[in-house]
């Protein structure tokens, strides 16, 4: 049931005495093959970030790699984007001031319109109040000039009268 244990999965720390070379060598060997499999994973890794920058070419000119913070390309891209971010904080800036100032005309227009809609209505209810004083006046106006047509028929009339008496008298007093 038990499989026999290999040198290799043996604690190491088991014996106090001081190493052999051979056990020296072997640890040697260990580190050598862990330093090669973690070259191997970081050239791998290294191979699928270029892949996926997009950068060809991330070896210097003397054929080291380069670190984010030296590559031309990231580098400009770097500005690039930080001269973006700045023009868009300054629109953004721009932008607001501007709502800001709309706000306010929108407060002051919201304020003159409800004055002028209060002005219009004083001007509406004004002109009902004139139209009614002009109806009362022009009521008057008939009623004064049908007294007046009244009169001068009345005046008329009496004068008429008056002729006849005068005419009467005058003929009753000349025989």
């Not at 499989?3 to 056990?23: F, N």
């Not at 106006?141 to 005068?166: F, T």
Request: glycine content about 4%; proline content about 5%.
């Amino acid at each position: 049931m038990h499989q026999p244990l290999t040198l290799t999965q043996l604690p190491r720390t088991i014996s106090l005495a001081p190493p052999t070379p051979e056990i020296r060598l072997r640890k040697l060997v260990d580190e050598r093959e862990k330093m090669i499999e973690q070259v191997k994973k970081l050239k791998s890794q290294l191979e699928q970030k270029t892949q996926r920058n997009g950068t060809e070419n991330s070896l210097g000119p003397d054929g080291e790699i380069l670190e984010n913070g030296d590559d031309p390309n990231i580098m400009e891209l770097q500005r690039d984007s930080t001269r973006q971010i700045s023009d868009y904080k300054f629109k953004l800036v721009k932008a607001e001031q501007e709502v800001t100032a709309l706000e306010q005309n929108v407060t002051r227009l919201e304020g003159q319109v409800t004055r002028y809609k209060s002005a219009s209505e004083n001007a509406e209810k004004v002109e009902d109040e004139l139209k009614a004083e002009k109806r009362k006046l022009q009521r008057e106006l008939r009623s004064a000039l049908d007294k007046v047509d009244e009169l001068e028929s009345n005046n008329s009339h009496l004068s008429k009268r008056l002729e006849k008496m005068k005419s009467t008298r005058g003929m009753a007093q000349t025989p």
